[in-house]
C-alpha cells in the first residue's frame, strides 16, 4: 500500500505557444494539507486541472494508491474520489443553493412506481445538513444569484465536501471571504484531515499556508521546483523560491502627489434601504483612495452605484464642479470613469475571445474609418502597445484571454479601461486571486497611474494592500461612511475601529 493517496509523475501539458507543465511531480499524503505555491503563470492552476480530468495531459501518469489511473473527464475524478473548488466560481445563478450542490447527481425517486425524477425533498434536506455541518447559515432554497461572491464560494466549497471526496482541491477558497469565513473554512479542513481526506491548498496568502499547511510544492514556469515541510518555510522563503529572487519591497515607492478636488460624490443613497445610504466624500486629482471594510460594508454596492449599473435614490456626483448624470455604465465611461470589477470571469473578461478583442472592446468607436469599418492596423497597435506597458505575458494578441493566469488577464482588463483614457478609475479587488509578484506589477501600474494624474478609488479586502497603497483610507460599515483616514496614519487598529463601527 503506497504512503501517497495520490501521485503525479512527470506531468506534462502544451497549449499553442506555451508549455505549461514540463514534467512537474506531487505526492499527496491522506491526512494532511498540501499547499502549491508559485506565480500566476506557475502552471499550478493547470496542474489540478490535470488532475481532475478537465485537460488531458500530454506526458505523465496519476497514481490512486500507488496504482496508475486514467481520469477522463470531472465526472469521472468525482467517482474516483477527487472533488475540486475552482479559483472563478461557475455557479448557476438562477437555481437554488441545494441545485447547485447537487448538480448532475440528485436525488431520484420513481414517479408512479416507474420513472425517475428528482427527489426535491431530499435534496433540501441533505443540503440543510451539509450546510450545517460546514457551519454555513443559508437557506437551501436561496437562488445562488442573490449571494455576494463570498456566500458563492461558500457554496461551492460546501459542494465539495458533499462528495464524501479522499482528495479535495482548494484554488484560492478565501480570496473573497471574511475572516470569520476564513476561520470557519479552516474548522473544515482539520475536520476533513482527521477523516484522512489529502487536500491541496493553492493560495496566494503567506500567513494561511504557513497556518495551516504540512507541505509545501512550489513551481515556477511550469517547472517543479520542489517540496519542504511548511515548518521549515518562512515567508521570504517561501518568496524567493517562488520568483527566484528576493523581493524586498511588496509596494512600489509612492511618487504622486494629491492636487486639487476633481470627484465630489454628495448623500449618495442606493434605491436598496439596505445597501448604501447618505455616502459623502470627495477625490482628488492623482490620489489613490483606499477603500476598506467588512464583507457586508456596501463597498461594491457604492462604486457599481457609482458607475450605473446600481439604481440609486438621491446624491450628486461631480466632476471638477460639474454635476454627472449616471444611470448606466455607458454614460459613466462616456463621462471619464472606468471600473475594474472584483468578479473578472463574471464580469471581466471575455473568456471566448482574444487578448486583442478584450483589449479593445471598450474603445472600438475611437478606430471607425469609412463606412464605419475597423481600422485594424490602429487596433492592433494599440493593443501591443498595452501588452507592452502592462507586461503582459501572452504568446500573441490572438491567444484566447481564457489561457492567460489570472494576473494576465486582470492586466488585460486594465488595459482596456486605460485604452478610454479615463479621470477615474475604481478599481474593486484589483489584486484578487494574483501572486506576489503579479501583485507587486499591479502597484506599479496603479501608482504610475496616480503620478499621472488619474484619481483612482481602490476597493480591497487585504489590510496590507489598503495600508501600502493609499494615501487617503475611507472605512465602511453596513452601507455608510464612517469616517476616513490619512494614509501614512492608517493601522489595521484604526482601520477596524471604524469598519466595526455599527449602528
Sequence with gaps: MSEFVLEMRDVCKSFPGVKALDHVQLKLRPGKVHCLMGENGAGKSTLMKCMFGIYKMDEGQIYLDGEPVTISDPMDALKKGIAMVHQELQPIPARTIGENIFLGRYPLKKFLGFWPIVDHKKMYEDTAALLKKVRMDFD??????????????????????????????????????????????????????????????????????????????????????????????????????????????????????????????????????????????????????????????????????????????????????????????????????AMLTEDRRGSGILGVLSVADNISISSLDQYLGVLNLIKDKAVEKLVQDNVKAMNIKTPSSKTAIKSLSGGNQQKVLVGRWLANNPDVLILDEPTRGIDVGAKYEIYCIIADLAKQGKSIIMISSEMSEIIGMSDRVMVMCDGRVTGFIDGKEATQENIMALATQFE
Design 140 to 337: 437551501p432554497k436561496e437562488k445562488v444569484g442573490n449571494l455576494s461572491v463570498s456566500q458563492m464560494q461558500s457554496v461551492e466549497i460546501a459542494k465539495a465536501v458533499s462528495a464524501n471526496c479522499r482528495v479535495l482541491i482548494l484554488d484560492e477558497p478565501t480570496s473573497s471571504l471574511t475572516q470569520n469565513e476564513v476561520d470557519a473554512l479552516f474548522r473544515i479542513v482539520e475536520d476533513l484531515k482527521a477523516e484522512g481526506v489529502a487536500i491541496v491548498y493553492i493560495s496566494h496568502k503567506m500567513d494561511e499556508i504557513l497556518r495551516i499547511g504540512d507541505e509545501v510544492t512550489i513551481m515556477r514556469d511550469g517547472t517543479y521546483i520542489g517540496t519542504w515541510p511548511a515548518k521549515e518555510l518562512t515567508t521570504d522563503d517561501i518568496i524567493t523560491k517562488m520568483v527566484g529572487r528576493e523581493l524586498t519591497n511588496l509596494y512600489p515607492p509612492r511618487e504622486n502627489v494629491p492636487g486639487e478636488v476633481v470627484f465630489e460624490v454628495e448623500d449618495f443613497t442606493s434605491i436598496n434601504p439596505r445597501s448604501f445610504r447618505h455616502v459623502n466624500f470627495n477625490l482628488r486629482k492623482g490620489e489613490i483612495l483606499g477603500v476598506a471594510g467588512l464583507v457586508g460594508a456596501q463597498r461594491t454596492e457604492l462604486t457599481e452605484g457609482l458607475f450605473g449599473t446600481r439604481s440609486h435614490t438621491s446624491g450628486t456626483i461631480k466632476y471638477k464642479g460639474k454635476e454627472m448624470k449616471i444611470s448606466r455604465p455607458k454614460d459613466a465611461i462616456d463621462q471619464g470613469i
